[in-house]
Nanobody, 124 residues
Framework: QVQLVESGGGLVQAGGSLRLSCVAS????????MGWFRQDPGKEREFVAG????????KYAASMKGRSTISRGNAKNTVYLQMNSLKPEDTAVYYC?????????????????WGQGTQVTVSS
């Protein structure tokens, strides 16, 4: 059974930082990219950041570029999202996902497996 488990969400003041973690288990994730998405109630799930299988390629949403860093652990089945200078508009449920290819995709439909999400709330 495939599982992606996120952690690290919480309540933080504007300007603060959070580091999200995601651990994937249940199958080998060799050769696939991983990504972070977020979703507010009533809105579509949106791409935040993604990283290729090798870790050599990363992509960020314009809203997060310069404020966040995505990375993979040595075991490749872990992915992290460091978020700095957080803003109230960053408040959302953040999801980790495993892609269907080795390179980064921005569309949620290109991701096969999803975590349950972790809440990030940024107060003003």
């Amino acid at each position: 059974q495939v599982q992606l488990v996120e952690s690290g969400g919480g309540l933080v003041q504007a300007g603060g930082s959070l580091r999200l973690s995601c651990v994937a288990s249940g199958r080998t994730f060799s050769g696939v990219s991983m990504g972070w998405f977020r979703q507010d109630p009533g809105k579509e799930r949106e791409f935040v950041a993604g990283i290729s299988w090798s870790g050599s390629s990363t992509k960020y949403a314009a809203s997060m570029k310069g404020r966040s860093t995505i990375s993979r652990g040595n075991a490749k089945n872990t992915v992290y999202l460091q978020m700095n200078s957080l803003k109230p508009e960053d408040t959302a449920v953040y999801y980790c996902a495993a892609g269907s290819s080795s390179y980064v995709r921005l569309d949620p439909v290109d991701y096969d497996y999803w975590g349950q999400g972790t809440q990030v709330t940024v107060s003003s």
